[in-house]
Nanobody, 114 residues
Framework: QAQLVESGGGLVQPGGSLRLSCAASRSIFLYTMGWFRQAPGKQRELAAKITRYGITVYADSVKGRFTISRDNAKNTVTLQMNSLKPEDTAVYYC?????????WGQGTQVTVSS
C-alpha cells in the first residue's frame, strides 16, 4: 500500500508563500498525483493535480497562485503556494490516484492569518 507523507505546512501571513512536499514510499511514475484541502466545516476539495504526463489541473480559486510539480525520480510532489489568502486555510492532503483507488497522506495544516 502506498504511503504518502506531507510536510511544509505552517502559519503564514496573508500574501506570503509556503511550499508543501509529499514523499511517497513507492513509485509515483504511473499515477496522477494531487493536493486536496479541507477547511473546517467544509468538504475536501481538489486544489491541484498533475497527471503522469505532466498535465496540470487547478481549482479556479488557486489558479495563478499555486503551482504543482512532480519529481518521479525522487517520488515527490510539491505544491508551491504564493499570494496566500485567509481562505486558503485548511488541512492539505497529498493524494495518489491509480484510476481505481485513492491513497491519502495524513495531512498538513496551513493557516493564513495576520
Amino acid at each position: 500500500q502506498a504511503q504518502l507523507v506531507e510536510s511544509g505546512g505552517g502559519l503564514v501571513q496573508p500574501g506570503g508563500s509556503l511550499r508543501l512536499s509529499c514523499a511517497a514510499s513507492r513509485s509515483i511514475f504511473l499515477y496522477t498525483m494531487g493536493w486536496f484541502r479541507q477547511a473546517p466545516g467544509k468538504q475536501r476539495e481538489l486544489a491541484a493535480k498533475i497527471t503522469r504526463y505532466g498535465i496540470t489541473v487547478y481549482a479556479d480559486s488557486v489558479k495563478g497562485r499555486f503551482t504543482i510539480s512532480r519529481d518521479n525520480a525522487k517520488n515527490t510532489v510539491t505544491l508551491q503556494m504564493n499570494s496566500l489568502k485567509p481562505e486558503d486555510t485548511a488541512v492539505y492532503y497529498c493524494n495518489r490516484n491509480d484510476g481505481i483507488n485513492n491513497y491519502w497522506g495524513q495531512g498538513t495544516q496551513v493557516t493564513v492569518s495576520s
